[in-house]
């Protein structure tokens, strides 16, 4: 090829091209950012809505339905599930995946604003799904037995560290919030003839700040600001609330109520290890590199920690991104130099000298580096899908190196000089390269146009592939014959002579004689493994994708409804306690009164909690997360009944890649009430003895004990008072009321003020009872003689999924069990229990992700396979030879079925990706062979020996080049360090169809071929 002889005539300009390529290669690397996977943006948003006061039903009733009505319409919309709980609604809005969330946002602005809601309401808010949004890192901080000194220190670490480079927020959970607390003495207030509006209303009208007109003044136009503002506790106890008509004595806040600073009342606690602390979360700027950021933080973190402000203060890291991508990263990284190793040494075995090894070498490196500058020009990162992609091409970078080389080398031994061999070296084999390197990346093509979350994980990969394989090919036609033509010496004996006196190639001869002479026996033989295969692969079931041992999991403990905050820790304490004793254990950390999630939202509950455990690194310990999780669960589930029996425990392993190993979710909807509770309890008691289920949940509309206030209208009426007046003054006396928001004078806090009742005057329905508020008259009247009490039942929360009531099931599986098997025995049992016919089941999580990628996959592979076909033609300028060639593709099959069922392996996105790469490699060699033969026979020899004589002297090519691709995969198959699980099974497959194939394709393609060349079709007759 003429680019081959420009290299070898021009060997300065190739080293100095080799060298300015170097340099750009390093500063791309450098400049190329490190995260865990490639940037995920799901076509998802939130809708929320607060309205104050408003039960479940009325949220559903007058804020839930219309918007989801409204929302419904929406273009590309998928599903719309919602969630009204007491006085606040959340809308999750999933698009399909072809929809631009951008680009609809506006839209869905518009309809909310749109949409007529109660006067109470607020204002709806829309919120993105954004990845950047989620804490990179989460910290705990303890040590300070004084609770306000500890969150003093993490307020003011907290600030230290906000002013980092490439830290969007610093956020603490349990902070240090003061406020002004007005304490209404009952009696008190009766005897002024007050009530608790008044105080309100007389706080509220002394702290203002209102603008004016402007006026002149001095020659100018002024603004004008009328200013009255509070400061502290003595400036509200000396309000004015009314003068006695009697004594003509003011009579101030401080006669009726006690004024003071205090913390809110505590509804939520953090703990780590059993010891109070306070949560840390860190936010990155959304183009930061989360490793550099990382590693930074923590740096900062361990210089603050030193300084005597923080003297005595832990922190205990529970979860770092940057951390497991810096050990994801080094796994794959000692994966792709460990299988360079290895390729290096099946070329020192086969070629037997120094030189030539040497010469490919420089292929796996410098090919790399040219990946490198193609990634940052294409804005890539670095994350364990760009560089498994390269630890799965490592061996596959010097293939096309080892054929040229092994063609020069053959060259050299008829004789010739080593420029001479080079320029012919390469200008023969030049063709058969480039056709496999076409034919393998254009099998990625494919994988480019697959939708959904899919395609953002792969599509780097993919390209990442193609880069490196389009920069070995430059290498294989440039620097390896310009090396070859001043390194490599001319051979004292002529090397074929040599080979074919060898007892190696004479057992080749005999093998593909006979194999020529029994093509009917070959054929049966190979279909019966074909069929083998199958079965393999049939056998060993489906998931979305591997689950990945991050070293974390959630742990959600769940007592009855209304379970006071005391009766959660004390639950939470013996969890705790149990946990400590692991030895795997290294980190508990609990929040007791809400979750993660409640946060999000901005809602408690004192009947919850989350507790985060982070376990010792893998190679620390010799179960996976797995297995200990399932050996944890019966542990901890009797330590929490001992408690309290009504805990209920659920476990979450959510990995950052947005998969959920070993679960199942599915939802039931129906739109009567009643013929859905009948379904779920069906589901319910049909799936919690199912083989192979360790924990079955769902979120069924829970019931919670309230007290219910009946007004009596006519009662009401005779006090000159209005129901809603009623209700009005029962949730201030009951919750109490902002009077107004101060800014203090010495420290510039803000400070809340808060007019409530003593709380014995609220905590007892006795109490409560007698509660006594104003009439219109000034006479007092109890709240008994206004209202019937009793004790009902009203929901927690209600869900529903696109305007139908639903129940969402949450199903566990051991780790014996994967997703498809588990979903067979599920639908059959769900098939069994004869549900209404209105009752739909729609399923969530990893199955729909696999349900709704399967197709593409599958047209993925098709369209792999006929892109490889059209390459060949095109590069052939034949429709038969390439036939014969696609012939290599199903025997992978043999070798996958075979791989995947030894080491258990389920199929997964990982192992179908590795699926569509094989379509491409394994055609490789026979292209070589086939190619080889046409060129035999063009000059003269007959078709029988062309054969044979290709496949001799091809036989030593191709299985070096599929040693150093299967030997260089093995590090990656064996899935050791963090982070490798997503690429394991892939090499797998790879390593799996790359091994029957090529053996195979040594004697099946030249049994394929005879049967299409005239010359050989009638074969057996001439034996």
Do not use: C
């Not at 033509?485 to 002529?494: A, G, N």
């Amino acid at each position: 090829m003429k680019i081959s002889d420009f290299s070898i005539k021009r060997p300065v300009f190739t080293t100095v091209t080799i060298i300015l390529i170097l340099l750009l290669g390093t500063v791309s690397l450098l400049k190329i950012p490190l995260k865990l996977i490639p940037d995920i943006n799901p076509p998802v948003g939130v809708v929320v809505t607060t309205y104050p006061g408003a039960s479940p039903k009325e949220v559903v009733e007058k804020v839930s339905k219309p918007l989801e009505q409204s929302l419904s319409t929406l273009p590309g919309i998928k599903k719309v599930q919602s969630t009204s709980q007491e006085g606040t609604n959340l809308i999750i809005l999933e698009f399909s995946w072809s929809t631009s969330i951008d680009k609809v946002e506006n839209e869905i602005l518009q309809r909310i604003n749109g949409i007529p809601l109660p006067d109470e309401a607020n204002q709806p808010s829309f919120l993105k799904f954004d990845p950047s949004q989620f804490p990179i890192i989460q910290l705990s901080l303890s040590g300070e037995k004084d609770g306000k000194k500890l969150k003093r220190l993490a307020e003011k670490l907290k600030e230290e560290l906000s002013r980092m480079d490439g830290v969007a927020n610093v956020s603490l959970s349990g902070q240090l919030i003061e406020q002004i607390n007005v304490v209404i003495d009952q009696d008190k207030l009766q005897q002024y003839k007050l009530s608790q509006s008044d105080i309100v209303n007389v706080i509220r009208s002394n702290n203002i700040s209102m603008p004016g007109d402007t006026v002149e003044a001095q020659g100018k136009e002024l603004t004008t600001r009328v200013i009255s503002s509070l400061h502290d506790q003595e400036e509200i106890k000396g309000l004015v609330l009314t003068i006695s008509p009697l004594t003509g004595e003011k009579v101030k806040i401080a006669d009726v109520a006690d004024v003071r600073i205090a913390e809110p009342k505590e509804k939520m606690i953090t703990r780590t290890n059993q010891s109070p602390s306070i949560l840390l979360s860190v936010l990155q700027e959304s183009d930061a590199n989360t490793a550099e950021v990382s590693k930074r933080f923590q740096e900062n973190l361990t210089q603050q920690l030193k300084k005597n402000d923080f003297k005595g203060i832990k922190a205990d890291i529970l979860f770092d991104q940057g951390d497991y991508i810096q050990q994801a990263i080094g796994s794959i990284t000692n994966s792709l130099l460990v299988g360079g190793i290895f390729s290096m040494l099946v070329l020192f075995v086969f070629l037997r000298n120094i030189r030539s090894p040497l010469i490919i070498g420089i292929a796996i490196p410098y090919s790399v580096i040219v990946t490198f500058v193609l990634m940052y020009f294409s804005h890539f990162t670095l994350n364990i899908m760009t560089l498994g992609a390269l630890a799965l091409g490592i061996g596959m970078l010097v293939d096309n190196a080892i054929v040229v080389i092994e063609n020069i080398y053959r060259h050299l031994s008829f004789g010739k000089d080593p420029k001479t061999a080079a320029i012919d070296g390469a200008r023969e084999v030049g063709g058969a390269i480039t056709a496999s390197t076409l034919t393998t990346v254009a099998v990625f093509l494919p994988v480019v146009f697959i939708t959904g979350l899919i395609g953002q994980l792969f599509t780097q990969f993919a390209l990442t592939i193609s880069f490196s394989l389009f920069a070995s090919l430059i290498v294989a036609l440039t620097v390896i014959p310009m090396m070859a033509s001043r390194w490599l010496k001319p051979q004292r004996e002529k090397g074929d002579a040599r080979r074919s006196r060898s007892k190696w190639m004479a057992r080749v001869d005999r093998s593909i004689r006979w194999t020529l002479s029994h093509r009917k026996t070959i054929l049966a033989a190979t279909l019966i493994l074909f069929v083998i295969g199958s079965l393999g692969i049939s056998r060993v079931g489906m998931e979305f994708l591997p689950p990945t041992d991050e070293g974390t999991f959630t742990l959600k403990v769940k007592l009855e409804n209304g379970a006071s905050l005391d009766r959660t820790q004390k639950v939470v304490s013996a969890i705790e306690k149990e946990l400590m004793k692991e030895r795997d254990v290294e980190v508990v950390s609990s929040l007791i009164g809400s979750t993660q999630e409640d946060t999000f939202r901005g809602t408690g509950n004192t009947s919850e909690a989350e507790i985060n455990v982070k376990l010792k690194p893998s190679s620390e310990r010799d179960q996976s997360i797995f297995h200990l999780v399932d050996s944890y669960k019966k542990k901890l589930e009797k330590a929490a009944a001992n408690v309290d029996e009504t805990a209920v425990l659920t476990y979450n392993l959510q990995t950052t890649s947005g998969s959920s190993p070993q679960t199942l979710t599915f939802s039931v909807q129906n739109h009567d009430a009643g013929e859905l509770e009948q379904s779920v309890q069906k589901i319910s008691t049909g799936l919690k003895g199912l083989d192979g289920v360790s924990e079955l949940s769902t979120d069924q509309m829970d019931i919670v004990k309230e007290v219910q206030l009946e007004i009596n209208r006519e009662k009401a009426m005779e006090a000159g008072m209005a129901p809603a007046q009623i209700a009005k003054n029962v949730t201030e006396i009951t919750r109490g009321v902002q009077a107004a928001q101060i800014l203090s004078k010495d420290s510039d806090q803000v400070l809340g003020v808060f007019v409530r009742f003593q709380s014995n005057d609220t905590r007892t329905l006795e109490n409560l009872k007698e509660m006594k508020i104003r009439k219109p008259d000034g006479q007092f009247i109890a709240l008994k003689d206004l209202a019937d009490f009793s004790i009902g039942n009203g929901p927690v929360k209600i869900e529903r999924i696109d305007g139908q009531k639903a129940v969402q099931f949450t199903l566990k599986y051991k780790e014996g069990e994967n997703l498809s098997s588990i979903s067979n025995k599920v639908d059959d049992e769900i098939s069994k229990l004869n549900l209404p016919d209105d009752t739909e089941i729609s399923f969530g999580g990893d199955r729909e992700l696999l349900n709704d990628s399967i197709d593409d996959m599958l047209m993925a592979i098709g369209l792999a396979i006929i892109l490889v076909y059209m390459v060949m033609a095109a590069q052939f300028e034949s429709f038969k030879y390439p036939f014969v060639i696609m012939f290599s593709v199903p025997l992978m099959v043999i070798g996958i079925g075979a791989a995947l069922y030894a080491t258990q392996t389920p199929i997964s996105v990982s192992s179908i990706i590795g699926i569509i790469i094989l379509a491409g490699i394994v055609v490789n060699n026979a292209i070589v062979l086939v190619e080889y033969i046409n060129q035999r026979k063009s000059e003269g020899i007959h078709s029988l020996e062309a054969i044979i004589q290709s496949v001799k002297d091809r036989t030593r090519p191709i299985l070096m080049t599929a040693l150093t691709t299967i030997l260089g995969l093995i590090p990656l198959a064996m899935g050791i360090g963090e982070g490798t699980e997503i690429n394991q099974p892939m090499a797998i497959t790879v390593i799996g169809g790359l091994v029957s194939s090529t053996f195979l394709t040594l004697f099946v393609i030249p049994v394929i071929y005879s049967y299409f060349d005239p010359a050989t079709r009638k074969i057996h007759k001439h034996s």
